[in-house]
C-alpha cells in the first residue's frame, strides 16, 4: 500500500497540527495557552476492500474517514525529535487497511499497547501480529511502512509509540536487553516483532499516561518518563521470554512469569513467597532459582525494588507525604522505609520529594 507524504493531522500547506490533533494533557482549562506543538511525522492511508482508497477521495488529507466507514480519534505528542506518542481512539463499521510510515530517517522500535478494541499490524520483516486490550506488541524495523488491520464494529482505543534506534541505544547505554533485540541493534536482522499478554502494571502506566495531572511542558516530561517506564516494563517480560541460558523450560518460564504478576499486583500487601510459589506450582526453592535466572535475584529482592521504584513514582507524583507512601506500600514504619529507600536509590525520600516540589 502506497503511503503519501502528508503528516497525520496536518494542515493542507501548513506545518501546524489541526485542532483534532492538538495534544491534549489532563483537564486542562480550554482558556489556558497551548504550546504549539511539532508537526507529526508520521504519513498515512486507507484502504477498504472494495478497492476505495483515501486518496480517491481527499488527496490533500490522506487520514480522512468518510462517515459511512468509520472515525477516528488520534491525539499526538511530539515529545522529542526522535520520539512520538499517541493515543489513538477508532470505530469502523467496514473492515479497514490502514497503511503507515513514520518519517524518521532511522529504523524505529514501535510500541502498540491497546486497552480496547482487536486490530492486526503487518510487516513484511515480521509477519502479522494481533493485538487486542488482552496483547500489546513491539517492533523493530529498518523501515517503518506497515499496515494496521481494523475489525469492523470493534471500538479500538490504545497508545503507541515510536523512538529512533539511536534513542533507544543511547538509553539502553550497553544494558544487557533481550536477545533478539540486541540481533537487531547490532544489524543480523532487517526487523523483530514480538507480542506479549498485558499485565496490571502495563496497564497501569498506560492508564497514568492517559490521566496526567499536569499541563504544558511538564505534562510532556511526565509522559515521556512514564513512556520509558513502559518501555523497560516490556523489555523485562521479553528478556524472560528469551531462549533459557540454564535449565529453564517453558513451563518453568511460564510459572516465573504468573509469580512475576502476582507479585507485581500486589506490591501494598504482599503475598509470602511461599504462597507465591504454591499459586503457580513451584517448590519455594525453584521459584528463587527461576528469579534469579530471568530477573537477576530472588523474589523477595524484587518485591522490595518493585515496592520502592514504585514508591518513588508517588513521591515523583507529589501528592502524598512520605508517611502517606510508606503506608501505602505496606510499611508499617517510616524509618524502615526510609531506611530501605536509602539503601536502594541513595538518598532518602524526603529529599526526593523536595525534589520533585522544586520541579526538579
Given amino acids: 500500500m502506497r503511503t503519501g507524504p502528508t503528516y497525520a493531522g496536518q494542515r493542507p500547506g501548513s506545518d501546524e497540527l489541526s485542532a483534532d490533533a492538538e495534544p491534549r494533557h489532563g483537564a486542562a482549562s480550554t482558556d489556558a495557552p497551548v504550546a504549539r506543538p511539532r508537526a507529526i511525522p508520521l504519513a498515512t492511508e486507507w484502504m477498504l476492500p472494495n478497492g476505495l482508497r483515501s486518496t480517491d477521495l481527499s488527496p490533500d488529507n490522506l487520514g480522512a474517514f468518510p462517515a459511512h466507514v468509520g472515525r477516528a480519534s488520534n491525539v499526538f505528542h511530539s515529545l522529542q525529535p526522535d520520539l512520538i506518542l499517541m493515543g489513538a481512539e477508532n470505530h469502523f ?4 487497511t490502514v497503511g503507515a510510515r513514520v518519517l524518521f530517517d532511522e529504523p524505529i522500535l514501535a510500541l502498540r499497547l491497546p486497552t480496547g478494541g482487536r486490530a492486526a499490524i503487518r510487516h513484511e520483516a515480521y509477519g502479522r501480529l494481533e493485538e487486542s486490550d488482552e496483547h500489546w506488541n ?19 482505543r490504545g497508545l503507541v509509540a515510536v523512538l529512533t534506534v539511536g534513542r533507544l541505544e543511547s538509553l539502553l547505554d550497553r544494558q544487557r536487553c533481550p536477545a533478539a533485540v540486541s540481533r537487531f541493534l547490532a544489524g543480523h536482522a532487517d526487523g523483530v516483532g514480538f507480542a506479549a ?31 520509558y517506564e513502559l518501555l523497560a516494563e516490556t523489555f523485562t517480560i521479553l528478556g524472560a521470554q528469551d531462549e533459557p541460558q540454564g535449565r529453564v523450560s517453558g513451563r518453568d518460564r511460564k510459572a516465573a512469569m504468573a509469580a512475576y504478576d502476582l507479585i507485581r499486583e500486589n506490591l501494598a500487601a504482599p503475598l509470602p513467597v511461599e504462597d507465591v510459589a504454591r499459586r503457580v506450582g513451584l517448590s519455594q526453592r525453584r521459584l528463587s532459582e527461576l528469579f534469579r535466572e530471568l530477573f537477576g535475584a530472588s523474589p523477595f529482592q524484587c518485591l522490595t525494588r518493585w515496592r520502592l521504584e514504585a514508591a518513588r513514582d508517588l513521591l515523583d507524583q507529589g501528592e502524598l507525604s512520605v508517611k502517606q507512601v510508606a503506608y501505602s506500600m505496606g510499611y508499617a514504619h517510616v524509618s524502615s522505609f526510609s531506611q530501605a529507600f536509602v539503601r536502594q536509590f541513595g538518598f532518602p525520600p524526603r529529599s526526593r520529594r523536595r525534589r520533585t516540589d522544586f520541579g526538579l
Fill in 93 to 96: 463499521y467496514a473492515p479497514v
Fill in 138 to 156: 513491539l517492533g523493530l524495523v529498518a523501515d517503518s511502512a506497515c499496515t494496521i488491520e481494523h475489525h469492523p464494529g470493534d471500538a479500538y
Fill in 197 to 227: 499478554r498485558t499485565n496490571a502494571r502495563l496497564r497501569r502506566i498506560a492508564g497514568e499516561i492517559g490521566q496526567t495531572p499536569y499541563q504544558g511542558a511538564m505534562a510532556s516530561l511526565y509522559a515521556e518518563g512514564k513512556l
